[in-house]
C-alpha cells in the first residue's frame, strides 16, 4: 500500500504570509493527488485536484504542484480564513490514500 | 438542492452492529461514485469503502470483512453495514461524492457519530 506522509504536521503563520505544505510518498504516483482543507466540526472541501488544478470556487492563492513521490500546497498571502488543516488525497487501483494532515495556526 | 445527509451513528458496544445511511439528492447514487470516509476523534481522514457507477465495491484492508456498502437506486440512498464493531471504529463517518473525472471527492456530507464502547 502506498503511504502518504505530509510535512509539517504543524505549521505557524502570520496573515499575509507564503506557506507550502508538503505531501510523500512512499512510491511513484501517477497525477492523481488532490488537496483538502478541513475546518473544526465540518467536512473537508476540495482545493486542488489532479496535482495542480484549482477546485472551481477556490481562491487563486492555492495552489498545487509537483511529481513522482513529492508533491506541494502553496497558499499565498494567507488570509484568516485559511487557518485550517489540509490533507493531500491519492488515489490509485480502487484504493484512496489521505495523508496525515497539516495543521495551518496563527502565529 | 444537491447535498448528501448521513444518519444511524450511536453508542454501540463493542462486537455490535450498526447501519449507516446517506440520504442523496440533487443526482442519483447509480451515477456518481460514492464513498465512505472516516475521521477518528482528534485524528485524520481515513477511506473506508467506494461504490462505483457500475456496482463495483471495495473496502479499506481495515474494515474487509466487517463493513458491507450498498445503494437503493429508488430511495437514491446509499449505506454502510457494520459488523463486528471495534473501538477503534469510532469516528466520524462522511459519505463523499467523487468526481470520476478529476478523481476527487467534491461533496460530502455532514458526517453522523459513530462510538462504540462498553
Known amino acids: 500500500d502506498i503511504q502518504m506522509t505530509q510535512s509539517p504536521s504543524t505549521l505557524s503563520a502570520s496573515v499575509g504570509d507564503r506557506v507550502t505544505i508538503t505531501c510523500r510518498a512512499s512510491q511513484s504516483l501517477g497525477t492523481w493527488l488532490a488537496w483538502y482543507q478541513q475546518k473544526p466540526g465540518k467536512a473537508p472541501t476540495v482545493l486542488i485536484y489532479?496535482?495542480?488544478s484549482v477546485q472551481r470556487g477556490v481562491p487563486s492563492r492555492f495552489s498545487g504542484s509537483g511529481s513522482g513521490t513529492e508533491f506541494t500546497l502553496t497558499i499565498n498571502n494567507v488570509q484568516p480564513d485559511d487557518f485550517a488543516t489540509y490533507y493531500c488525497q491519492h488515489y490509485q487501483s480502487y484504493s484512496y490514500t489521505f495523508g496525515q494532515g497539516t495543521k495551518l495556526e496563527i502565529k | 438542492e444537491v447535498q448528501m445527509v448521513e444518519s444511524g451513528g450511536g453508542l454501540i458496544q463493542p462486537g455490535g452492529s450498526l447501519r449507516l445511511s446517506c440520504a442523496v439528492s440533487g443526482f442519483s447514487v447509480t451515477s456518481k461514485y460514492l464513498s465512505w470516509v472516516r475521521q477518528a476523534p482528534g485524528r485524520g481522514l481515513e477511506w473506508v469503502s467506494v461504490v462505483y457507477s457500475g456496482g463495483g465495491t471495495y473496502y479499506a484492508d481495515s474494515v474487509k470483512g466487517r463493513f458491507t456498502l450498498s445503494r437503493d437506486s429508488f430511495k437514491n440512498m446509499l449505506y454502510l453495514q457494520m459488523n463486528s464493531l471495534r473501538a477503534d471504529d469510532t469516528a466520524v463517518y462522511y459519505c463523499a461524492r467523487e468526481d470520476s473525472v478529476i478523481r476527487a471527492f467534491d461533496l460530502w456530507g455532514q458526517g453522523t457519530v459513530v462510538a462504540v464502547s462498553s
Open positions: 489532479k496535482t495542480s
